[in-house]
């Protein structure tokens, strides 16, 4: 990963949750190959997501706990 890779990947992970979909739903968009193409249905399944999300709607859970619950779960 290049410095500016980095720093920008740093700075992108202080993002509140939110506009980290956002940023990586369009950064995934960006992608210019059929071999990470999203099928139409996951889109519409990302932006269902994305929306719930902005609107509050979401019960949003920090991905430690979900690392650590996952990790105490396979001990």
Known sequence: MTTIAAQFMETALHLPQAERALLAERLLASLDTDDFALSPEWQTEIARRVAEIERG???????????????????
Not at 57 to 75: G, H, T, W, Y
Request: hydrophobic share 60%.
């Open 57 to 75: 709607e979401a019960k949003l859970i920090p991905a430690e706990d979900v690392f650590r619950n996952a990790f105490a779960a396979l001990s």
